[in-house]
T-cell receptor, first 114, second 117 residues
Framework: EDKVVQSPLSLVVHEGDTVTLNCSYEVTNFRSLLWYKQEKKAPTFLFMLTSSGIEKKSGRLSSILDKKELFSILNITATQTGDSAIYLCAVEAGSGGSNYKLTFGKGTLLTVNP | KAGVTQTPRYLIKTRGQQVTLSCSPISGHRSVSWYQQTPGQGLQFLFEYFSETQRNKGNFPGRFSGRQFSNSRSEMNVSTLELGDSALYLC????????????????FGPGTRLTVL
């Protein structure tokens, strides 16, 4: 059974801190890893990673994938209160063709205090 | 461009009833996926529809079913509701230009909050 484990489950920091969120996985036929941010409503897409060692960046957020060690990290620098959210990691794995399955981790609840 | 819309936003049902939820994808998106989100299990994949065909299915009982129409709108049905079906049901749409490609960016709707009493 495919597994995605995120750590920590929750994190409280002060504005300006840098945080690193972790996502490890055990899946069959890995295809991609995705990061989402979920505030009070629906998740919003952050990054999709398919290749090891290539950092994806968007403003203060960045993410990288290690397919050998089966994990990804999401970094947020100079955190702001607006970064407070649940960060979800999901892994797409499939047997080929159009068959795939998306497995989500339980998420990391990040709270940024002023 | 309008986002993904889901109706209704909130629903209260009793055990044994059935429910139908609706999802309208972003215009031009042909893939619609459904997810169940609960505090205990997190976000779980239900199924994906592409061009009116169910292409992938998660580990949910047969009480959960869905369909997609020619305009890409999708419905999800849950029969014989159980207390444990209380959850936020999210749908997400994506372009999925061709079959067999890795996941395209998914855009989530606001969800339908289902409460089973």
């Amino acid at each position: 059974e495919d597994k995605v484990v995120q750590s920590p489950l929750s994190l409280v920091v002060h504005e300006g801190d840098t945080v690193t969120l972790n996502c490890s996985y055990e899946v069959t036929n890995f295809r991609s890893l995705l990061w989402y941010k979920q505030e009070k409503k629906a998740p919003t897409f952050l990054f999709m990673l398919t290749s090891s060692g290539i950092e994806k960046k968007s403003g203060r957020l960045s993410s990288i994938l290690d397919k050998k060690e089966l994990f990804s990290i999401l970094n947020i620098t100079a955190t702001q209160t607006g970064d407070s959210a649940i960060y979800l990691c999901a892994v797409e794995a499939g047997s080929g063709g159009s068959n795939y399955k998306l497995t989500f981790g339980k998420g990391t609840l990040l709270t940024v205090n002023p | 461009k309008a986002g993904v819309t889901q109706t209704p936003r909130y629903l209260i049902k009793t055990r044994g009833q059935q429910v139908t939820l609706s999802c309208s994808p972003i215009s031009g998106h042909r893939s619609v996926s459904w997810y169940q989100q609960t505090p205990g299990q997190g976000l779980q994949f239900l199924f994906e529809y592409f061009s009116e065909t169910q292409r992938n299915k998660g580990n949910f009982p047969g009480r959960f079913s869905g369909r997609q129409f020619s305009n890409s709108r999708s419905e999800m049905n849950v029969s014989t509701l159980e207390l444990g079906d209380s959850a936020l049901y999210l749908c997400a749409s994506s372009l999925r230009k061709t079959s067999g490609t890795s996941m395209d960016t998914q855009y989530f709707g606001p969800g339908t909050r289902l409460t089973v009493l």
